[in-house]
């Protein structure tokens, strides 16, 4: 089971001050999966990933779920003897997709499957709007663990929100409750890359629509197959998909053989004619930009993953110095009277004139004696 959610930083006892404002906030995206089964331990695992990218693409969910089964995979060998990979999630449109079901089909299959040994996949949806499970109470559990720990200390960086979440996750007694791992990732691969080897699947070749079936099955043929595409690079050869309008219902359709979508992936724009601007740019003297400028010129994409849009101070990398920035300017605020969260004056009120004291006098009378042809409604 998979969830994402996406939230901003800084987090401290007065958010006041105009270090609040949107772009000077630091976004980053958490995505919460829980594993069960074999090789796990008996209460499953909830891997929690914080990341800097704050897309919600169906791209950046496969690529945190592949994170998410590496760690799986290293830290207790799960598909060491597994048969069947099964997983569940709601029925949001980045996770049923063709790209999403491309990876299911080949991406997952080629990395993860034992040395000749079967491995099926599965993905089930639930129905719209009704699925609710650990995960809804495992974000409101990490939500908690903010609220609590910055009423006395700021949360600023990521490092600073992991190190919230173990710090409670670390009191509760091993064995009784499921095991926390917490992942500070951010990816290391291209998007067009990335793209390139986890392509989507056709519409024309899937057995029935997406969105009209709740549970894709995918059974790998021959133990022995290393590559999952046939020699054009587009039918997929080694695996057959079946579609089931319901999970667990005699409504399967019959296995068909699906193809890739290989010409989806294309170059970014902002490459072509590449090598021509290098050299007009080596031409035109370039202005020399000191280091604190260059914390603040960043840019919302890292290797095209789109990101927060910039840190939220030139002076983040200190960190003495960001707190002692935050605590001056909470000072500052206070002595304008201004309300924390709301940035708005305090002002005291202003006296009543004579006309507004006798318009209420008027109003209490008639509410503690009303005319007797009006009406009276109570929800008691």
């Not at 983040?316 to 004056?345: C, D, G, I, S």
């Not at 006296?351 to 004291?357: E, G």
């Amino acid at each position: 089971m998979h969830r994402q959610e996406n939230g901003t930083l800084p987090r401290g006892p007065d958010e006041v001050g105009e270090v609040w404002s949107a772009q000077s906030r630091l976004g980053y995206s958490l995505h919460g999966i829980k594993a069960w089964g074999h090789g796990l331990p008996a209460n499953g695992v909830f891997i929690t990933t914080i990341s800097r990218v704050v897309e919600k693409t169906s791209l950046w969910t496969v690529c945190v779920i592949e994170r998410a089964l590496q760690l799986l995979e290293e830290r207790y060998g799960i598909f060491a003897g597994c048969e069947e990979f099964v997983t569940w999630y709601d029925a949001g449109p980045h996770y049923r997709c063709r790209q999403f079901l491309g990876s299911l089909c080949v991406t997952f299959i080629e990395q993860f499957k034992p040395k000749d040994a079967l491995l099926h996949t599965c993905a089930r949806f639930g129905l719209e709007h009704h699925l609710k499970d650990d995960l809804d109470r495992w974000f409101g559990e990490l939500d908690g663990r903010i609220l609590r720990q910055q009423t006395h200390r700021w949360i600023c960086t990521i490092d600073d929100l992991v190190e919230v979440f173990r710090e409670e996750g670390s009191t509760k007694p091993p064995g009784l409750f499921p095991v926390e791992l917490f992942d500070d990732f951010m990816p290391t691969i291209r998007k067009q890359d990335f793209a390139k080897t986890h392509p989507a699947l056709v519409a024309a070749s899937l057995p029935a629509p997406v969105k009209s079936c709740h549970e894709w099955e995918c059974r790998l043929l021959d133990a022995r197959r290393k590559q999952m595409l046939g020699r054009d690079g587009v039918s997929i050869t080694g695996v057959e998909c079946r579609a089931s309008r319901l999970p667990h219902m005699h409504s399967q359709l019959e296995w068909t053989h699906c193809r890739v979508d290989t010409g989806r992936v294309e170059e970014p724009k902002a490459l072509d004619g590449q090598e021509d601007r290098e050299e007009d740019e080596k031409d035109v003297e370039q202005p020399t930009v000191d280091k604190a400028s260059q914390v603040a010129m960043l840019t919302n994409e890292h290797l095209g993953w789109r990101t927060s849009y910039r840190q939220m101070e030139p002076e983040m990398p200190n960190r003495a110095r960001t707190l002692a920035t935050l605590q001056w300017k909470t000072k500052f605020v206070e002595r304008l009277r201004l309300r924390p969260a709301q940035r708005v004056a305090s002002l005291p009120p202003e006296p009543w004139t004579a006309k507004q004291l006798q318009r209420k006098k008027a109003a209490l009378k008639w509410i503690s004696k009303p005319p007797a042809n009006s009406c009276m409604l109570s929800d008691r």
